[in-house]
Nanobody
Framework: QVHVVESGGGLVQAGGSLRLSCAASGSIFRINAMTWYRQAPGKQRELVAAITSGGSTNYADSVKGRFTISRDNAKNTVHLQMNSLKPEDTAVYYC?????????WGQGTQVTVSS
């Protein structure tokens, strides 16, 4: 069994920063991709940023240059540094972890950006 837990969400003013963290625990041999998604009210869940076990990254166009994803393979953690936040970044942010062919989701953490 694998457990995924996000932390670091909160309320911040536009232009501010937040750092999200995600930790995976349990029966883990090797984590492949670690990905952050977000879902705003009334909208579909969308990919924000992803990172492979080798460190290759991919970002949504809307966050390029503002968000940075990083991971610590030894600790099975992934982080999302979010700078220059905008009200449109308001959403529940979810961590997704791929181990072999199975995907595991966390419960999500709320990020609210006030204008």
């Amino acid at each position: 069994q694998v457990h995924v837990v996000e932390s670091g969400g909160g309320l911040v003013q536009a232009g501010g920063s937040l750092r999200l963290s995600c930790a995976a625990s349990g029966s883990i041999f090797r984590i492949n991709a670690m990905t952050w998604y977000r879902q705003a009210p009334g909208k579909q869940r969308e990919l924000v940023a992803a990172i492979t076990s080798g460190g290759s990254t991919n970002y949504a166009d809307s966050v390029k240059g503002r968000f940075t994803i990083s991971r610590d393979n030894a600790k099975n953690t992934v982080h999302l540094q979010m700078n220059s936040l905008k009200p449109e970044d308001t959403a529940v942010y979810y961590c997704n972890v791929r181990i072999a062919t199975t995907y595991y989701w966390g419960q999500g953490t709320q990020v609210t950006v006030s204008s």
